[in-house]
């Protein structure tokens, strides 16, 4: 069982570089995420998606940007990163009111 | 300001102790999601609570979540290495899966 897997694991950018962090699940999960984790922030919800073709913001929406054009496919992109996304990004998927599932993470240094 | 607020922010105990995590909530849940997270890996979902005063177990662990729905406790029973990690709370505040996190609470069990 794959269940939720995030590509790239580390990435390192120069401000003002673009990158797209890649979700995909094999669980027919409805619902999809993306949080970022610092240090004593916990988890903070980036952008969802409750179906395929369509995104909702969280709280943290700003600087990125995702799209939903498959269902087991969420993809998160950073257009012009800054040193404030610096973070380590989670993908995580759900059935609908049931507990969440998590990728091992993706940590990305904008310099 | 954290809209869930876990307690303490880091706790250390000598193997065999037990411990309590508290997760709090200035509103009312549907539904309160416990994760364990080891560094640098992602986060496995220990339980789910869903209705006021209802109690889970699993092997030495327990979570409670209180009648009016708004506050949780997690409870390590004669604690060991393995428990080390991040504790986070998550709850869901609207019914439809897109889940808030507390902080984190760091433990460290020395053997």
């Known amino acids: 069982n794959a269940g939720v897997t995030q590509t790239p694991k580390f990435r390192v950018l120069k401000t003002g570089q673009s990158m797209t962090l890649l979700c995909a699940q094999d669980?027919?999960?409805?619902?999809m995420y993306w949080y970022r984790q610092d240090p004593g922030m916990g988890l903070r919800l980036i952008h969802y998606?409750?179906?395929?073709?369509?995104?909702a913001k969280g709280e943290v929406p700003d600087g990125y940007n995702v799209s939903r054009l498959k269902k087991q496919n969420f993809l998160l992109g950073l257009e012009s990163a800054a040193p404030s996304q610096t973070s380590v990004y989670f993908c995580a998927s759900s059935y609908v009111g049931e507990k969440l599932f998590f990728g091992s993470g993706t940590q990305l240094s904008v310099l | 300001s954290q809209e869930l607020e876990q307690s303490p922010q880091s706790l250390i105990v000598q193997e065999g102790k037990n411990l309590t995590i508290n997760c709090t909530s200035s509103k009312t849940l549907y539904g309160l999601y416990w994760y364990k997270q080891k560094y640098g890996e992602g986060l496995i979902f220990l339980m789910m609570l869903q209705k006021g005063g209802e109690e889970k177990s699993h092997e030495k662990i327990t979570a409670k979540l209180d009648e009016k729905k708004q506050q949780s406790s997690l409870h390590i029973t004669a604690s060991q290495p393995s428990h080390a990690g991040i504790y986070l709370c998550g709850a869901d505040k609207t019914s439809y899966g897109k889940l808030t996190f507390g902080q984190g609470t760091i433990l460290t069990v020395h053997p």
């Open positions: 669980m027919n999960h409805e619902y």
């Open positions: 998606s409750v179906g395929e073709g369509t995104t």
